[in-house]
């Protein structure tokens, strides 16, 4: 693209100028989906040995009257880069709040912990804690059930900075989990100094996990250094008995994926819930 002056790009590619125009289109209609109320939560069960739910993690989704649902790999980088996530966010951390809240009016689903993403953005914030204490205040929401997870890639850019918002966040009872693990700028650093209540294997280690001894040395290795450490660790992406059978061989005591159940709306899960809750 060469500038043409003040405001006026001229694309010479028509290739480059579609995607452009693609991006800009999906860009406008993000904007609009916050106010349209086109995003809703869905919510997987996370569950241990026993088969019983101890929580869930929410995973917004996106549907559009024209695109149908739109997936948040492909929506949450585009709200990153336009800084929708701050808004989409914060509505996210509302909607598990309020989720909490209902879970605390039941002796059954009391003890249930909601699990919720973090963008980078959002954490980097300089009032992410402040604001974070005050949607849990307003919303009634018990801080020791909300679980955040964040990503290595998230603590990175100032890791001092970092450090502090996560004692903070600890020390106001919110449970961390870190996410992705293995996948990112692994240090173990991070595990030395955050107070993590949670490591989640990665999926991608999890997929074939009985047929490559690779990542059964990783799995392994990273449920040792969590048991060891105190703290726990949840395998994600788990989709077959087998690959259950092997992890609870190797020490795994949590478990979330498609083998106990797809992430689900609201009304879905409540009767999960009723099922499996006292399992
Ligand atoms: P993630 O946090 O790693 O979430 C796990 C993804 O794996 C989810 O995809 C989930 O639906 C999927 N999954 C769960 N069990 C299985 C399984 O057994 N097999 C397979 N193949 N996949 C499984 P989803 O919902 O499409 O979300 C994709 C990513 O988008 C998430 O990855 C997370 O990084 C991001 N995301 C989702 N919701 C939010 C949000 O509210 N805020 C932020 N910042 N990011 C979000
Ligand atoms: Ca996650
Ligand atoms: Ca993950
Ligand atoms: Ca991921």
Redo the contacts with the bound molecule.
């Keep these: 693209a060469k500038k043409m002056g003040r405001n006026t790009v001229c694309f010479f590619d028509p290739a480059i100028q579609e995607v452009a125009l693609l991006r800009a289109t999906l860009e406008a209609e993000l904007r609009q989906a916050l106010v349209r109320a086109e995003f809703s939560?869905?919510y997987?069960p996370q569950v241990n040995s026993s088969g019983a739910v101890i929580g869930v993690?929410?995973?917004?989704?996106w549907q559009n009257p024209q695109r149908g649902t739109v997936?948040?790999?492909e929506f949450?980088p585009l709200a990153?880069d336009t800084g929708l996530?701050l808004p989409?966010?914060r509505w996210?951390l509302e909607e598990a709040c309020a989720l909490l809240v209902g879970f605390a009016a039941a002796p059954a689903t009391r003890e249930l912990h909601v699990a919720?993403?973090?963008?980078a953005l959002?954490f980097r914030q300089t009032n992410f804690v402040a604001e974070l204490l005050a949607i849990l205040e307003n919303s009634g929401a018990n801080p020791t059930r909300l679980k955040l997870?964040l990503?290595e890639s998230l603590l990175v850019e100032d890791i001092e900075v970092a450090i502090e918002k996560v004692i903070a966040l600890k020390q106001h009872g919110v449970a961390l989990s870190l996410?992705?693990f293995g996948t990112g700028y692994s240090s173990l650093m991070y595990l030395k100094r955050l107070p993590l209540d949670q490591l989640?294997i990665?999926?991608s280690f999890v997929?074939n996990l009985l047929h490559d001894s690779r990542d059964l040395a990783i799995v392994n290795t990273i449920i040792t250094l969590g048991t060891t450490m105190g703290v726990g660790v949840i395998a994600?992406?788990?989709?077959t008995a087998a690959q259950l059978d092997l992890l609870i061989n190797i020490g795994c005591t949590l478990f979330?994926?498609?083998?106990f159940s797809?992430?689900l709306p609201d009304q879905q899960l409540h009767e999960y819930l009723q099922r499996h809750v006292l399992a």
């Design positions: 939560l869905y997987q993690e929410a995973l917004v989704r997936s948040p790999a949450i990153e996530i989409l966010g996210v919720v993403n973090v963008s959002q997870e990503t996410d992705d989640k990665d999926q997929q994600e992406g788990v989709e979330q994926g498609y083998y797809r992430p």
